[in-house]
């Protein structure tokens, strides 16, 4: 598939890095290719190209945005999505590691605002980045579990598909709405390894009997 990253520091380049080796091409999409951040993710993978943002998204089977919370306005504003798959990896965080819109709306619903013409799935936030570059887990026999939302039923499956490729069970837990206690999940798994010293390469995995 073909997919554009709207930001590709520790979170867009781990999961980029990650599917351009399972066999997705990989644009990344920034209207100043000399940014500290392109220069550094093409050096690592030279198998990225890069295109203006809104190039990268016309182009793009499916975007993801991993851009700091507050840049995520002024970014989508000026784009058009024509019914583009969006995949929201951003977080509003505020003080002490709360929630950054007070817990009244999720982040993923406020991306969907400012980008009223794309299908917003949230995914990508519950774990650190260090677990989107690599999510195998040889020790055990099962894999970690992605949970998603969104309103759109194809633009999920389309993602379940990529974090299949990436290595992750998924668990779509309903609309986009359900976002807001995806980024309470994501607080809780800050909390306890940012701050509290568990291990960042703990996930959570979904059994059912
Ligand atoms: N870090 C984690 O473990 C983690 C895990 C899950 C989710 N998240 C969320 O993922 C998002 C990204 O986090 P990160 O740690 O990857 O941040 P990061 O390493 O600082 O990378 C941010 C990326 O966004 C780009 N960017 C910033 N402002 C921009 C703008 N106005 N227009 C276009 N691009 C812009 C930066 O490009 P420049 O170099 O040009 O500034 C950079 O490529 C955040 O919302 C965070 O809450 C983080």
Redesign the pocket.
């Known amino acids: 598939m073909k997919l554009a990253f709207?930001?590709?520091?520790?979170?867009?380049f781990s999961i980029a890095n990650n599917l351009q080796k399972k066999g997705h091409e990989i644009i990344v999409a920034?209207?100043?290719p000399q940014?500290?951040?392109?220069q550094k993710a093409i050096a690592r993978n030279p198998n990225f190209s890069t295109q203006t943002?809104q190039s990268a998204v016309d182009a793009a089977e499916v975007v993801f945005l991993?851009?700091?919370?507050k840049?995520n306005q002024?970014?989508l504003s000026n784009l058009n999505f024509n019914g583009q798959i969006l995949v929201d990896?951003?977080?509003p965080?505020g003080p002490g590691i709360s929630h950054g819109l007070n817990s009244e709306l999720s982040g993923s619903e406020k991306v969907q605002v400012w980008a009223p013409d794309a299908n917003v799935v949230k995914a990508?936030?519950i774990?650190?980045?260090?677990n989107f570059a690599d999510a195998s887990f040889p020790k055990y026999n099962v894999r970690p579990v992605m949970l998603i939302a969104g309103d759109d039923a194809k633009a999920k499956t389309k993602v379940s598909a990529i974090n299949d490729d990436m290595g992750f069970d998924t668990l779509d837990t309903g609309g986009l709405s359900q976002a807001l206690h995806l980024e309470h999940m994501?607080l809780l798994w800050v909390k306890m390894v940012r701050a509290g010293g568990h291990h960042p390469n703990f996930v959570w995995a979904y059994l059912e009997k």
Request: charged residues 10%; proline residues 3%.
């Open positions: 709207i930001g590709i520091g520790n979170v867009g920034h209207d100043n940014s500290e951040s392109v943002v991993a851009t700091p919370f840049a002024a970014i990896c951003t977080n965080v990508y936030t774990y650190g980045f260090e994501t």
